[in-house]
């Protein structure tokens, strides 16, 4: 959601924006899904049970958070374009630090920090792995934000879109059915 709030926000098309709000209210579906799930299934689970989700949660967000925007990622491209691969990933790696991650990830709508708070409001973290978590973000921020997500609104505002293009047709077969 984080993601697509930033497209919404950012882009100047009407299409490109019309289009990402609804992607949103899909993807507003798939959040409330997990979080009925979490809610139902993680005070039921074991220590063991909850440490392997918990767990391979953490280790997710940290391959999504090194391979999606690592430079090694783009080898082909840095070749491509005549650059040397192995010193522009250098480069990089002196340029975007745990600093540079961490100030980026206090926007709201970075993909990551959308990310630990969906995971801390599911009760998914917790003195196990919070420290690898606040590494990168402010735990207690998150917290004091309670369970809105960014992009919810935007969402809702989808979704009444949807019911007016779904039922706008059927108040006209109810009056036709009552004559």
Avoid at 133 to 144: G, H, I, N, P, R
């Amino acid at each position: 959601m984080g993601a697509f709030a930033t497209i919404y926000a950012k882009t100047n098309d009407p299409l490109a924006k019309k289009l990402t709000q609804l992607v949103m209210t899909d993807e507003a579906f798939h959040h409330k899904f997990g979080k009925i799930w979490a809610d139902r299934t993680i005070p039921h689970l074991t220590e063991q049970e909850h440490e392997i989700i918990e767990m391979w949660a953490a280790h997710c967000f940290q391959t999504l958070l090194f391979n999606l925007v690592a430079p090694t990622q783009q080898r082909d491209l840095y070749e491509e374009f005549g650059l040397d691969p192995e010193r522009v990933i250098a480069e990089m790696a002196q340029i975007v630090t745990d600093e540079t991650r961490r100030e980026n990830m206090k926007e709201q709508t970075n993909i990551f920090r959308v990310l630990v708070k969906t995971l801390l409001n599911a009760g998914i973290i917790t003195d196990r792995t919070k420290a690898f978590y606040a590494t990168y973000v402010d735990l207690e921020e998150l917290k004091t934000e309670g369970e809105k997500m960014v992009g919810d609104d935007i969402a809702e505002e989808g979704i009444k879109y949807l019911q007016e293009i779904n039922f706008k047709d059927r108040a006209k077969q109810v009056l036709i059915a009552a004559e």
